[in-house]
């Protein structure tokens, strides 16, 4: 099961938060089909925010197709994002893992890294398109 933490140094707002990370977690096949995503109350307790906070973002992952939530029961996932087989996931994962020790070795700190891979990512995006 997923488990959300909130970060306010994103600058987004906690439901963005918590939509992002469903995504992202749908797209790497942490969550699959037909698992249940935490209650309302699970998270409320959890990240000590507003129920309606969670229930806009759920929401929105309903709109999106995403989830479907069941009166009484949950919220429960209906698709998936995942493009990558979990395998490769999981090796990509490690990879980047020891990635992540070399750019810490070499003192890059995340906030580095971060805008590393994002211009990297970003410009790599470009060339594509050229």
């Known amino acids: 099961m997923i488990e959300f933490h909130l970060d306010p140094q994103t600058g987004l707002s906690p439901y963005r938060q918590l939509v992002r990370q469903v995504r992202q977690a749908l797209r790497l096949g942490l969550l699959r089909e037909g698992e249940q995503l935490p209650t309302v109350k699970e998270v409320v307790a959890q990240l000590a925010i507003n129920p309606n906070t969670v229930l806009k973002a759920y929401r929105e992952l309903e709109h999106e197709g995403l989830v479907a939530a069941r009166a009484g029961v949950g919220t429960f996932v209906t698709a998936s994002l995942a493009v990558a087989s979990p395998e490769a996931t999981e090796r ?33 995006t470009h060339e594509d398109i050229a």
Do not use: S
């Open 92 to 124: 990509l994962r490690g990879q980047l893992r020891r990635w992540l020790a070399e750019a810490h070795r070499e003192g890059l700190d995340d906030e580095g890294i971060e805008a590393l891979f994002a211009t990297t990512l970003r410009d790599d």
